[in-house]
């Protein structure tokens, strides 16, 4: 009976073995920003996407909508040590907006200065060990949030103009 199952279950390993090889097995895939970023902008939203990230930053989801009270525009990265960040660019009001995508039990835990902009650190966003930096302008703000490093969420919002 255990040879058996050796000689039925051998040819499902091996398939499955072949198939995580020829699809890139754990490799994310990418997707192409460009359309959400653009159907944003034509909506009236001044959205944009991160600029000359390396290749290591796999960008994994765009997505736009209009929601109740503006327009909001969501970007996912996998940074280079494997970690889920998201970029979130809307004219939601603020309060509203923060309270939505860093949850009750985010803090503010000072300043930072990136790329000649002022950005407010969040602690403690959306219950859990997760960060957040946030950017207030008149016509949108921009959140990057994510469990990643301090310095790659640093280095997302520099290069998100």
């Not at 255990?2 to 090889?21: C, D, E, R, T």
């Amino acid at each position: 009976m255990a040879l058996s199952l050796v000689v039925l279950l051998g040819p499902v390993l091996l398939l499955f073995l072949l198939y995580q090889w020829v699809s890139g097995g754990a490799t994310p895939a990418r997707v192409d920003q460009g359309p959400a970023v653009h159907s944003a902008q034509v909506a009236g939203l001044p959205a944009t996407a991160p600029e000359g990230l390396s290749h290591g930053w796999v960008p994994v989801s765009a997505a736009f909508q209009e929601v109740e009270g503006g327009l909001t525009l969501r970007l996912g990265y996998i940074t280079p040590e494997g970690e889920s960040v998201q970029v979130v660019q809307s004219s939601v009001d603020v309060a509203t907006l923060l309270e939505a995508e860093l949850g009750e039990q985010a803090r503010p835990d000072g300043q930072a200065l990136l790329a000649n902009h002022t950005w407010q650190l969040y602690r403690d966003v959306r219950g859990g060990p997760e960060r957040a930096l946030v950017r207030r302008e008149p016509d949108r703000t921009t959140i990057v949030v994510g469990a990643a490093s301090s310095a790659e969420l640093r280095l997302l919002a520099a290069v998100t103009p």
